[in-house]
């Protein structure tokens, strides 16, 4: 009787030894096939992203690349999914077959993941914006950085990251579509002579825009500037804007070295540009 008992704990004992062997040998082979997933993920990224760039790389090329490395990235995903399935002796088939018979459950619970890639679908066959494009999103402005199926990722000018569901996105400010311009405004004082003013900055916006010397020639401007006129007769100042057409992005770039140009001739002529400054009339009781 002992040596009955004996062999059936023994036999318990060696029963739950192999089925811990056995859950960890799968659970090895999904670790595997997570690594061997990631190799080829990596592997055929580089090989797609030297095919795409063959030719250079361009915002139209840095947008593909994107789109083809998230549909690659979703792609293995489904792959190291279904091979977990079959490490784990479930066939892929019946799991397809039970997500039919609940696809109604499945669809409204999915049902903002599927309008996210409809929506980036639609955003790349409109060529709403492409990597490289500073835009605004919903109050959210920054450089694409990459466009997915489900996502847009931005970054604004303080380094931080805006990663915004394509579904959510309803109107877009693109800031790098065809041409761009710079709206310059500068202040003189009353006193100054107005025609003189404006033949200072004539001569420097004909310089910026057409100079024989490329030093002096600001990149960029693609029409000639013009001034736009007064706009503003202040407590203290005369405002006069100016308006560059420009290539897309180039707008701040030249807003800050023409800035800094007229600010430096406008010292070498002795035109002031003022400060708030304000008039008091002293009355005298007799």
């Given at each position: 009787m002992r040596d009955f008992i004996k062999f059936k704990v023994t036999e318990l004992g060696l029963g739950d030894f192999m089925l811990i062997f056995e859950f960890l040998y799968r659970l090895a082979l999904c670790i595997i096939a997570v690594i061997v997933g990631y190799i080829i993920f990596k592997l055929l990224s580089g090989m797609l992203k030297k095919a795409i760039r063959r030719k250079g790389?361009?915002?139209k090329t840095d947008t593909i690349l994107t789109l083809c490395t998230s549909i690659l990235r979703y792609f293995m995903y489904f792959c190291v999914f279904c091979q977990f399935l079959l490490i784990f002796g479930i066939s892929p088939?019946?799991?397809?077959?039970?997500?039919g018979v609940g696809s109604v459950a499945l669809g409204l619970g999915a049902q903002h993941f599927v309008e996210d890639i409809i929506s980036g679908l639609f955003i790349l066959l409109e060529?709403?914006?492409?990597v490289g494009d500073v835009i605004k999103i919903?109050?959210?402005?920054?450089?694409?950085?990459?466009?997915g199926l489900k996502t847009t990722k931005l970054r604004n000018y303080n380094g931080d990251v805006y990663i915004i569901p394509n579904g959510e996105i309803k109107i877009v400010t693109n800031s790098c579509k065809e041409f761009n311009r710079a709206l310059l405004e500068i202040s003189v004082a009353y006193e100054s002579d107005m025609d003189r003013v404006y033949e200072v900055l004539e001569d420097e916006l004909e310089t910026a825009w057409k100079s024989e010397n490329e030093e002096e020639r600001l990149g960029g401007i693609i029409a000639k500037p013009q001034i736009l006129g007064i706009t503003d007769l202040g407590d203290s100042a005369i405002t006069i804007r100016m308006s560059i057409d420009c290539e897309p992005g180039k707008q701040w770039e030249i807003e800050r070295k023409l800035r800094l140009r007229i600010k430096k001739r406008f010292d070498r002529e002795d035109i002031v540009i003022p400060y708030p400054q304000r008039v008091v009339y002293i009355r005298k009781e007799e």
């Open positions: 790389s361009t915002k088939a019946s799991i397809l077959a039970v997500a060529d709403q914006y492409e919903e109050g959210y402005e920054g450089t694409v950085e990459a466009i």
